[in-house]
Structure formats: C-alpha cells, structure tokens
C-alpha cells in the first residue's frame, strides 16, 4: 500500500534522451506493461514507471492535495446526525465537535509544515519538467501519481487524466 509515480511521453520519444535527462535529476523512467492503465490513456503513449528502490510514499507530488477541509467538514456533519440518533446530547455533540477541530487544525499545521519541507524536492521536479517538455524529442511528459495496494502491475482507474496544453513552469 504505497504511492508510485508513473509517467507518459509519446511513443515516438527516444527514452534514451528523456533517460539522459532524467539522470541530471536524480530521476530514472523504465518502460512498464499494464494493460489496464494504458487503455485508459491517450493512443501513441508510452507509459512509464519511475524507478527507485522503493515506493514514492511522502513524494512532493500531490502533497498539496491532502484531505481537504470540505470533505472533513461534510464527515462531520453525517457523523453528528448519526450521535444525535444514538441519543447524544448537544453539548456532548459540541464538545466532541470542537475535539475534532482542535485536532484538524493540528493536522493542517503538520501538512503545512510537510508542505513547506517539500519544496526544494517540488523545485527539482518542477527542474525536470521544465527541462523535458523543452527538448524537441520530448516535448510532451505526463505524470500520474497513485496509491497502489499492491504493485504498479494492477488494474487502477485514471483519474482524473487531462490533457494540459501549456502549464507555466
């Protein structure tokens, strides 16, 4: 149950070229098979996994996505009708209310603390994709992040996927 990054290009780019790139970044894409996914993505892709010796669990990618507020917030209303049917009292409601606030905005500090330690990796990602999207034989990388129960060999839905015709870098 880990977090791997996997990747996109066009099946006409020279992976040795996007490979040599990729170095300079302390970064390494190998080819991988999955059926599953790439009948999901655009025809003329090839897809790849970024290899490393281990899962990409507490990557930059993605870190500004932890769960949002408004979800928390729509949890908690559907949790306090549900103590209302078990026979809570209101200030029993409110105290265990604001225990879950307290407890959220120390979990918005840590992620943002998280989020501010993950900046020069963000930086060095941001280095990469500006340096591959400008090589003619790349032109165009795509990146997915995903949480995997097992390996990337499995069958995963893609979402989310769009195509972005120029992301300022």
Known sequence: MCHYITAT?????????????????????IDIKNEFVEQQLPQGTTYLWKKSSHCD????????????????????????????????????IQRWVEEKEKASDKKEARN???????????????????????NPAVGEFGLLLHFYKTGVNVNVKVYQLRELKSVPL
């Open 112 to 134: 943002e603390l998280y989020r501010q330690s993950q900046e020069p990796r963000t930086e060095e990602w941001v280095k990469f994709l500006k340096d591959a999207v400008a």
């Open 9 to 29: 290009v066009k099946k006409s780019t020279p992976l040795e070229v996007l490979s040599e790139i990729a170095k300079s970044h302390g970064l390494h894409f």
């Open 57 to 92: 669990c507490g990557t930059a990618l993605g870190c500004m996505n932890l769960r949002n507020q408004q979800t928390e917030v729509s949890d908690r209303e559907s949790e306090t009708k549900r103590l209302r049917k078990k026979g809570w009292s209101e200030a029993k």
